[in-house]
């Protein structure tokens, strides 16, 4: 994939995981990466607060925030990871629980 799309994609959803913290909590991240198939798959996991199964279908729709902030964030960061990840064929899957942070997996192409 593009270089330029590949750092988009990770850079918001690292600066995601990073911002979306609650109060009082530090930071946490695992990143992991595996080979399937012809496939290159990268999962991101946070501490961070956590996505409500009940919007985890509007992920990626422009102007969400799905915890009521209003600290500048724009609600377009995922909008643009989806639509990067549309450019070279990759895919974004989540899951989530409240409190207790977020799994974000990218699956992209193996270059050849």
């Not at 330029?4 to 909590?25: Q, T, W």
């Not at 990840?85 to 409190?99: K, M, N, W, Y």
């Amino acid at each position: 994939a593009d270089k330029s799309i590949v750092k988009l994609v990770f850079r918001e959803l690292i600066d995601n995981a990073l911002v979306h913290l609650p109060k009082g909590r530090k930071p946490r991240l695992r990143i992991s990466c595996r080979i399937v198939e012809d496939r290159v798959e990268t999962i991101i996991q946070d501490c961070g607060l956590g996505i409500p199964a009940d919007c985890l279908p509007l992920l990626g729709k422009p102007f969400q925030r799905f915890h009521g902030r209003t600290d500048g964030a724009s609600g377009l960061g995922l909008t643009r990871v989806l639509r990067a990840l549309a450019l070279v064929a990759g895919r974004l899957a989540c899951s989530s629980e409240v409190g207790q942070g977020s799994s974000f997996r990218v699956t992209l192409r193996a270059a050849a």
